[in-house]
Every structure is written in C-alpha cells, then in structure tokens.
C-alpha cells in the first residue's frame, strides 16, 4: 500500500488530528516487531479480550510517528492521530478499497484443514511465474485478511491468500473485502463444527467466499460440499478433484504401491513421483495441480515443480534410542531418491557409527540387478558398521554390500534375531517400504519413556491467564512472574509460551534467569527483582530491566550504565516499601528519590509495591492500608519525576480480591498455575501441573515383617506393599513418610508407608483390588491435589513446586 494520511482518512471516514506526515506503506499492530518504523503507522486493535491502546507507548518509543486508534492521547507530541470508531473495521474497509483497486489475480482458499499448506505450495510452485503476494504465516482471520491484503503493490501479479472463519456471518464480511477470482475449498471436517447448527451450516458459510469467483476448485469427495457448490454456482466454472473417481481430477492408479503417481486431469493423464503417500498430502497435490493447470502452466512445468516440493514433504525423524543411539526413522516409503536424502540427513549427526536398516525396493522389476548394485555403491560409500537387509529380494544381493551383513525375510526375523539390540552408541537408519512395517523396530530401539515426570498443560496456563484478564480493565497490562524457574516448571518453555501468547512482561528473581531466557531468544521486556551488584553490567548487556529498591542500587546501577556508553535512558522499575518490609523505598527517601531520578538519564519505566496477604480475608484491613500508602507514595514519587510511569501493586490473589487496585498492571504468578486460596476462584481455574510415576514393584510382605530404613513400617497382617521411584532427592520431603502422605492409585490414597528413601519409596496398596506393576502413580495433582500434597508436607503449594528437583523430567503437554 502506498497511502496519505488524508487518503487513508478519506477512504475509511477516520478523523485525522495532527500534521500530514509521509505516506503510509505499512501498517503495524504488534509494536515488539515493528522492523521500520519510517512510512508505517501502528494500528492499536482493541478486541474483545485485549486492548492495543497498551501498546501505542512502546511503539511510539520505537519511533512510530502516525497511530491508528479509537482514542486519542494528547500527552504524546508530534503524533498524527488517526482516529476511528472501531480499529478492526476501520481496516477492513481500508483493504477492501485497497483490493479492489489493485487489479491482480486472486487465490483464495477456505476449508477445514490444509489452507495454509496448499497456500505455501501454491506460493512455491508459482513465485517464478509471477510476481506474487501471499498471507503470512496463517493470517486468515477478519485482522489477518485484511493485513494480508494491505501487502499488495503495484508489482504484483498474483495474490493467494487464506480465507478462514469459525463462527455463522463471519465469511460474508470477509467476502466483501476480499473476492477472489479463483476460490479454492480445501478439506471440510469437523474444526469449528460447534459453533455451528450442523456440517450443512458450516459449507454453506464457508462457500460464500466463492460468491463473485470466476472458477471454483473444490474437493468434490464430500458430496454435502459437491452438491451445494453445483446448486448455489452452477453458472460458473467448477472443478472438481479428489480420490472419488466421478472428479475432474482424481488419481488413476494404486498410490499405495506402484512407483509414479498417474493423476486424471479431464481427459488428460499427467505422472509424476510422489514422495510422501498419506492420503492428506496425495488430495493436496491434487488441489494444487488443478490451480496451476487453471493458471495456464504447462504440464511438464507442473510436473518439475511438484516434484521440486518434495524437500518439503519429507519428514524424518531423529529419536533418542537405547544404549545412546539415535534412531532416523524413515520408514514411510522407499526409493533411490529418498535413500540418499536419508543418507545425507545421517551426515548431520557426528556419531562416529552407524547402522542401516534396509529393505526391498517396491515396484522394480526388470532391471533389479541394476537398481541394487546402484543402491549398494550408495551404500558402502558411507561406511556403515552393520547393515540389516529386509525382504527377499535385497537379501540376495548381499554379497554387494561390503559391512556386517544380516538377511532377514520380514521384520520379526529381524526383531527376534536381537542383533540389532546390540548396537552401541551409534546412529541408526530405518529406511523401508512402507510394506514392511519398520517402525515396528522403531519402538523396541527408542528409550523408554520416562517413568517419574512432572506434567505441565500449556492450555489450562492460558485459560488461568485468560480468567484473570477476564476480571481485569482491557488496558491493564500483565506481568507473568516466571522466577525460580517459572516456580519450578522450566523458565524458558513457560515464558516462550507466555511470549507466543502476547504477556507484556516477564519477572524473574536473578540476573542469570534473565540472562538464560534472553540467550534462548526471549524478547519481551524481562524485570529483575534482585539484581545482585556484581552483575550489573550482565543487566545491560542483556537489555534486562533492574528492580531499584534503595539508593545504593540506584547509585551502583546508574555508574554502570554510564561505564556502559549506553545513551538512551535506561528503563528502571522503582520498589516502594508499603508494608512488606523486604525491599523498596520509604516514605521519608521520596522527595530525594525524585530530585535524584530527575538528574540522571534513566527511565522509571514502573513504580510497583508488593502486597504481603493478599490472600487472606482476616488481614484486609492491613492490605487496604497498604494499598493507600502506595496510592499516596506513587502519586508524590509520579509528581517529583514529572511524569507517569506504569504503576502496578497486584499479584494472582491481589487480582482477585483486590481488582479495583490494579493500576495499569498485574503481576501474576500461582493463579497462572491453577492455584488461589479462594476456592470460588480455584473452580474457575484449571489445574496445570501434575507430578506422576509408575509402580516399579509390588510384593506381598508376611505377617510382622518390616518395611524400609530403620524398620519405621511393621505388617500386621500379609500387606501388599508397592515401591515407586520417586524419593527425597526429587523432593519428596522426607517427612510425608511414615503414613503422613498419601499418593494415589487408580483413583484411591494409597498411604506412603516407612521412611522415605533417597531414590525410591514404599506405599500400602493393600487396599486397592488389581493393582500391577507398571502401573501410574499419581504423587499430586488429581488425588491428592496440589493442596493436598502440600499439607501433608506442612507447606504451601508455591514451596512444593520449587522443590521438585530438576531430574524430575518436564514435559509439556497441550490438549
Ligand atoms: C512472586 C511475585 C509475584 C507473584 O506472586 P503470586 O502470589 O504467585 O501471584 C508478584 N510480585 C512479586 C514482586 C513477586 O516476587
């Protein structure tokens, strides 16, 4: 795009306050990935859940001079307002005027599953021919669309964008911006469904996207979505393609088994290799063959370029086997071609041995001497320790293949011969037919599973987080506490997530937290609550934001980042001592602190206090009282610095109990974990961790015998005793032995009986019918909750959590 601001206002009906500035090319939403800030204007999207109005500081700061928003802030000079009723119709008009001026040829594609795929492909196959637009990443939304359009020039041919929706009337607002001449309808199935009164519903909203197209190209295999489109559009050009043999386009023969693919196109017949045989990836190339055909591009072309994607297609996998080997498992499918990719994928890895497993190539058969003396010269190149060779027909070429051979007619011979369980250390390639099933030497190669694991769902964190914005002002912005190793469940998965997921600032206790995120590619603004003195130059260098509690942090601080040369004003957060009586400054210290900030050049990026019970009713009084001294204080520190910094007191129960204090941030920490003392609130939360194990063994221990160290548990009767291997060095304290804590077992206590060992513990299960070896041992969250466990250890839950040792594997889930 390539607007004035007086266009832009013109076309959208928006209201300009401040001067014409240059012209506008791009528009930005997200202010920590603004790239140029020379003709861009940030747009402040307010949704339902979250206002960008946060933002328009930090984008501002990064030298944004032209703002879209729904409001108008006259505290920031030199700005040109845009001013609009509502920021995300605001931009799909101002996309839609843009599209339908711009006059190139359009691709859109909606459906279920396999937009953004088909759109990469499409882009892949079609950047050489003309100059062409596609949405990034899957921006396919009513935000996305029209961002995605905005990206067209004067240069370009050819747009292919997404197209998707998950609710009733919203294609027809995306349709009015954005009309492709060729609409492509991928894979109906059932994302989205439950919004929707039934499939019927959901083809016919997605199918209007195609309302003014010129060609339709749709899979024709669902014969709801056939029927529809030929009803709804039967004057426009339709085809159709799909494994059905009644499509325009559909395959010709067996794409299990035979080598090349035969693919009908009307009465054409077009063949090519395919490299991948799953039937998701076989409607694609279908999809994608009728474009480019409609397109105009020649069939050779077509074939050359389908076959170019193949890189793309093929996925292997490295896996962590037994004995400190790596298994490479390929076995989906087999030929000269994808051997040697495998092989070269091998050289990735500098394991000093290797292993082959290798078996009949499918489909040849004239000339399979040839075919084997090229494979074995392939082969013996690399070097292999032991080659195991499947099948009948390489087994008699072996004498071509110059390491430690093994033959085997099928894979069991090979599984029972156990030879291949010897390997030590090396890196092992599985690369089959997918006839002969490999992967079943896939899973007696890989590690076990880990037994002992500490659980974490990413999801119940964002809907812990999403409740608490829920109570909260759309403006106020969220710090995630995310210190001692996000309270022990892995500091960089937790903040890399919480990134992804737009958290406006992370908190960390020391510099080196700080400092681990940052190097794993952390972007987001990272405050330092005890920044120690010796590390002061680590803080800058790593662009870290200190905690200033006293005068000799202030003072120690500010002669480093002088030493630093840095000079621009270095963001700083000031503590303000409001009860607590940890850290933070005193009312006597505010009149110096003002006139000392004045004079350097650093920015008091936050004031903050931090509240000592939040959590318990009986101690309101007191939290009111310091909730009024830090109103008080900030306000008298805001008046000596001149202006306003964010202001924030609230952590999780402060959110809850407290909400009208929220200032202009949170700080939330264990209710992000599922955890709050008011139980009202717990329901509304989702437990995110879960701390299992296995029984390693169960034994029937007679009358009067004893259990464990020092002989604390004695039977009075024959007791069925389970040992699971968990013990005090996973922190498990050792004082929940001796029946004070439980664990559970399908679903029942099962009291931890004995002193707890080191390594490994001992549980009563008498009580509970068909318990075996093997099975899951919950040592919290479910039965007992978290809560639980932590009473049984006299403690609360934040101390449970980061107690639990690090080789206590973590593992994160989404469901
Ligand atoms: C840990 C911490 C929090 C978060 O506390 P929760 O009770 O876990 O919500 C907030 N602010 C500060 C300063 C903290 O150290």
């Known amino acids: 795009m390539n607007y004035t601001i007086h266009q832009i206002a013109k076309i959208t009906n928006a209201q300009v306050i ?19 800030t020379k003709n861009t204007a940030f747009i402040a999207i307010n949704t339902q859940k979250n206002s960008g109005e946060k933002f328009i500081e930090a984008a501002i700061d990064r030298g944004i001079e032209v703002v879209i928003s729904e409001n108008y802030y006259p505290q920031y000079e030199n700005i040109t307002w845009i001013i609009v009723k509502n920021t995300v119709v605001f931009l799909q008009k101002l996309a839609k005027y843009h599209f339908e001026n711009a006059h190139i040829k359009s691709i859109g594609i909606t459906g279920s599953n396999g937009k953004t795929i088909l759109k990469e492909w499409l882009y892949q196959c079609l950047w050489n021919e003309f100059t062409t637009v596609k949405s990034p990443k899957s921006f396919n939304s009513q935000i996305g669309l029209p961002l995605s359009l ?85 004057t426009k050009k339709l085809i159709t393609y799909g494994f059905y043999e009644s499509n325009d386009v559909h395959f010709k023969n067996d794409t299990l088994n035979d080598k090349n693919i035969v693919v009908r196109y009307f009465n054409e017949q077009i063949i090519f290799p395919v490299h991948q045989r799953d039937e998701a990836t076989l409607t694609n190339v279908l999809a994608l063959l009728a474009v480019l055909k409609e397109l105009g591009i020649r069939n050779d072309r077509i074939v050359e370029k389908i076959n170019a994607l193949k890189a793309v297609e093929m996925r292997l996998e490295a896996i962590e086997g037994i004995k400190s080997n790596i298994i490479i498992n390929d076995s989906f499918n087999l030929d000269l071609d994808s051997l040697k990719t495998a092989l070269q994928f091998l050289k990735e890895y500098n394991k000093p041995k290797k292993s082959l497993v290798l078996t009949d190539i499918l489909g040849v058969n004239s000339n399979a001497e040839q075919l084997y003396e090229e494979v074995s010269e392939l082969v013996n190149e690399q070097g292999f320790d032991s080659v ?72 119940a964190i964002l809907h812990n987080i999403n409740y608490h914005k829920s109570l909260l002002k759309p403006t106020t912005k969220m710090m995630a506490m995310v210190k001692a190793n996000a309270y022990g469940l892995g500091s960089y998965e937790i903040s890399e997530f919480l990134q992804h997921h737009h958290i406006d600032y992370l908190g960390v206790a020391f510099v080196d937290e700080g400092v681990e995120l940052r190097k794993k590619g952390i972007t987001v603004p990272i405050v330092v609550m005890n920044p120690e003195q010796h590390s002061y130059e680590t803080v800058i260098a790593y662009n870290l934001e200190p905690e200033i509690y ?14 630093s040369g840095y000079d621009k004003k270095y963001p700083i957060h000031i503590k303000l001592e409001t009860g607590m009586h940890r850290l933070g400054f005193k009312d006597s210290e505010l009149d110096e602190l003002g006139s000392t900030l004045a004079q350097k050049n650093l920015k008091v990026q936050s004031i903050f206090s931090h509240l000592s019970s939040s959590d318990l009713p009986s101690e309101k009084e007191f939290t009111l009282l310091q909730l009024e001294i830090f109103e008080r204080n900030s306000s008298r520190l805001i008046k000596n610095l001149g202006y306003t910094p964010i202001r924030h007191i609230l952590n999780s129960s402060g959110i809850t109990n407290y909400t009208d204090h929220q200032y202009d941030m949170v700080r939330i920490g264990i209710g992000m974990l ?8 717990n329901k509304q939360l989702r437990s995110v ?12 221990v007679g009358d009067g015998e004893s259990v464990g160290y020092s002989r604390r548990f004695k039977t009075d009767h024959p007791t069925k005793i389970a040992t699971i291997p968990v013990g005090y060095a996973d922190g498990i304290p050792r004082l929940i032995g001796n029946q004070v804590g439980n664990v559970g077992i399908h679903k029942k206590f099962a009291p931890i009986v004995g002193n707890i060992c080191m390594d490994m513990m001992m549980i009563n299960v008498d009580h509970i019918p068909d318990v075996k070896e093997g099975d899951t041992v919950t040592v919290f969250n479910a039965k007992p909750t978290l809560k639980e466990f932590a009473e049984y250890c006299k403690t609360i839950t934040y101390e449970v959590l980061t107690s639990i040792s690090p080789r206590v594997k973590r593992i994160y889930v989404k469901d």
């Open 388 to 459: 195991f060779l499947i099948g009948n027909e390489i087994s008699n070429y072996s004498e071509l293949f110059k390491s430690k051979i093994f033959t085997y007619n099928n894979t069991q011979e090979l599984i029972d011969g156990k030879h291949i369980t010897e390997i030590e250390n090396q890196i092992i390639l599985l690369k089959g037919a997918r006839k002969f099933e490999i992967e079943k030497v896939k899973d007696i190669l890989e590690l076990r599973k880990h037994d002992t694991v500490l659980e974490i769902n990413l999801n």
């Open 550 to 563: 006293s005068f000799r942090v202030l003072e120690l601080f500010y002669e480093a980042v002088q030493k």
């Open 689 to 700: 961790v879960s701390f299992k194990t296995v029984i390693s063994q169960i034994s029937l």
């Open 18 to 36: 401040g001067e014409e500035k240059l012209l506008i090319k791009n528009i930005a939403f997200d202010s920590r990935i603004i790239y140029s």
């Open 674 to 681: 599922g955890e709050s003392q008011n139980s009202e609130i």
């Open 150 to 234: 905005l990206q067209i020039n004067p240069s370009h041919e050819l747009g292919i964008f997404e197209v998707g929706i998950s609710e009733p009337d919203e294609m027809e607002k995306l349709e009015n911006i954005f009309h492709p001449q060729i609409g492509l309808l991928t894979h109906i199935g059932t994302a989205h469904l439950a919004n929707f009164a039934s499939e019927e519903q959901l083809i016919d909203e997605k199918i209007k996207l195609f309302k003014n197209s010129e060609v339709i190209i749709y899979n024709g295999d669902n014969l709801l979505v056939d029927s529809k489109i030929k009803q709804l559009y039967s």
